[in-house]
């Protein structure tokens, strides 16, 4: 059977942040539950021309999931356990926000089979908060936490921002030092990109906003990782921290570069060495599923032969902090990647910006900090 992923894209926000260029809604309710029933339609017909498939991860992301009734996220985990075939105890994720859930909706999500919640916190600084268009505060967030701990929830992880405009070394303190605190087992540290077309981008082009400066934001990055290794997590993709055991193992396939299915507007599937999106309007993802065209949706992005390929695995195995498997890459393509890629690994090598020897190759402490240049040699 062939192993593979499913993420669900929910593309409904109560509120859409003045940073965010996701494919996200705050002002389509009414599209819900037609959205719900042609996702629900799109899983359905494509496990029926899928039946050698074994189910290892599913990840509901965003967009808000949480924002929805928590009826049609019940409904999305019950269609994908029926028409697939999943592994015992998968690893099963939905990203929420503060301010969109309550014990109710946790207890759903519990009793379903959900075992992983990720929680956009971003910072513990409410002015930091309010800045940037998040719709809750910090008390709201810990509220969150405190409910999904009692409801039963073990593996949580919070996404954390640096480079916000105003944003110091401090505000970073102490938001790691409460994560901290709270005994989490999963951080994610993101520095802020600036998307074009964004009321973010406007604001800091009109100077109304202004960021650190870039040397203050790869400090924050090297003071969060230090402090997080210091008290037991474990630095294993350039973003994220985990406590042993509880590392995502829905992101840790995708940058192994194993298959997943996405279903919704603008989720992405990785197949057979193609890589495909669904379409990103609403109204023209359901008209299509409810008049039996759904591969209408489908925008091909890639048709990957063995040499992109290569190239593509080397990008993914140098986002993880353990870098690229040389036994595992021969084992794959039947070469090593010391002898395929010599002249661009030797420019690297003497650039101090990756480290190897003969089992793997990885991003030094100054590939880290310029990881743009390292992409280059391969793109």
């Not at 009414?30 to 021309?49: F, G, P, R, T, V």
Request: with cysteine.
């Amino acid at each position: 059977m062939i192993e593979k992923g499913i993420y669900i894209h929910i593309p409904f926000c109560k509120s859409k942040c003045i940073y965010c260029d996701f494919n996200s809604f705050s002002n389509k309710d009414d599209c819900i539950e037609s959205y719900i029933n042609a996702l629900l339609k799109e899983i359905k017909e494509y496990s029926k021309n899928n039946k050698n498939i074994l189910i290892k991860t599913i990840y509901i992301g965003g967009g808000t999931p949480s924002y929805i009734n928590e009826k049609y996220i019940k409904e999305i985990i019950k269609e994908i356990k029926n028409d697939f075939e999943i592994i015992p105890n998968p690893e099963i994720t939905i990203e929420m926000n503060p301010g969109t859930v309550n014990k109710r909706k946790l207890q759903c999500y519990y009793n379903i089979g959900i075992n992983r919640i990720s929680i956009g916190l971003q910072s513990s600084n409410d002015k930091l908060l309010k800045l940037i268009g998040r719709i809750h505060t910090f008390e709201e967030f810990l509220n969150t936490v405190q409910l999904a701990k009692t409801v039963g929830f073990e593996n949580i992880n919070a996404d954390v921002m640096i480079g916000l405009p105003s944003q110091n070394i401090y505000d970073v303190e102490d938001t790691l030092n409460a994560l901290i605190n709270l005994k989490l087992t999963h951080i994610s540290v993101y520095s802020l990109i600036i998307e074009e077309n964004t009321p973010l981008e406007e604001k800091i082009s009109k100077g109304e906003l202004k960021l650190p400066d870039e040397e203050i934001e790869r400090y924050m990055y090297w003071f969060a990782k230090r402090k997080l290794e210091e008290n037991g997590f474990l630095h294993y993709e350039i973003s994220n921290f985990a406590r042993p055991l509880y590392r995502s193992k829905h992101n840790l396939d995708c940058w192994n570069q194993k298959e997943y299915k996405g279903f919704g507007v603008s989720a992405s599937s990785y197949e057979n060495g193609v890589r495909y999106t669904n379409i990103s309007s609403i109204e023209k993802y359901i008209k299509n599923i409810e008049e039996n065209n759904i591969k209408e949706n489908y925008i091909i992005e890639e048709k990957q032969d063995r040499e992109s390929m290569m190239k593509e695995y080397m990008l993914l195995g140098l986002r993880k902090i353990t870098g690229v498997n040389i036994t595992e890459f021969r084992r794959k393509f039947g070469t090593t990647p010391l002898y395929k890629y010599n002249k661009e690994l030797t420019k690297l090598l003497r650039e101090g910006l990756i480290e190897a020897n003969e089992y793997s190759i990885k991003l030094s402490k100054k590939g880290l900090d310029l990881a743009n240049l390292v992409w280059e040699e391969f793109v």
